[in-house]
């Protein structure tokens, strides 16, 4: 039992660090050293790169949780902790459906507005209704990365401390 809480915590760990170092690291030095090359294309050379990138992302994050979800249902047992199981099962699903929501919803409607632009998105007026969705829709995807996040960290906290009860 005690490897599978530690292999439990062993792909949170490894997710939320991937997650993290994505956004704070790799999504923003994308666009920022892309400008320096002052090409007008640079943000949509980033931007596909970025979106590769969250798409391992939101689609680890999603096969984690819902592995993590499984090994909870063939592990589970009776004792003390269990309202750290609960917040444990709510946060995993909570990741589970904002990395679907990420991947399958908002990721495929940013990339289906894209394909209807026939320029740069830098290129692409600011008060363009399609780069308003854009833009809000990128607002989105940053919120349930976030919130994916936050869900990771509290499962983690939440498995550790119920191994440590064991």
């Not at 956004?23 to 979106?51: C, Y």
């Not at 459906?97 to 940013?110: F, S």
């Not at 996040?149 to 119920?162: S, T, W």
Request: aromatic share 8%.
């Amino acid at each position: 039992m005690a490897i599978i809480n530690d292999l439990k915590l062993l792909l949170l760990a490894l997710w939320l660090g991937a997650a993290i170092l994505f956004s704070a690291v790799v999504a923003p030095s994308a666009f920022s050293v892309l400008k320096t090359f002052h090409l007008s294309n640079s943000s949509e050379i980033a931007g596909n790169i970025v979106n590769r990138v969250l798409s391992v992302i939101n689609t680890s994050g999603f096969i984690v949780s819902l592995l993590l979800l499984l090994l909870i249902v063939f592990t589970i047992k009776r004792g003390s902790g269990q309202w750290l199981l609960f917040v444990e099962i709510i946060s995993l699903a909570v990741v589970a459906i904002t990395t679907a929501i990420g991947q399958w919803v908002i990721a495929a409607k940013m990339h289906a507005l894209r394909a209807t632009m026939d320029l740069f998105i830098d290129q692409i007026p600011a008060d363009d209704l399609r780069r308003v969705a854009f833009n809000s829709l990128h607002g989105y995807s940053v919120a349930v990365l976030a919130i994916a996040m936050i869900a990771a960290l509290v499962a983690f906290l939440a498995a550790a401390h119920r191994a440590r009860l064991d």
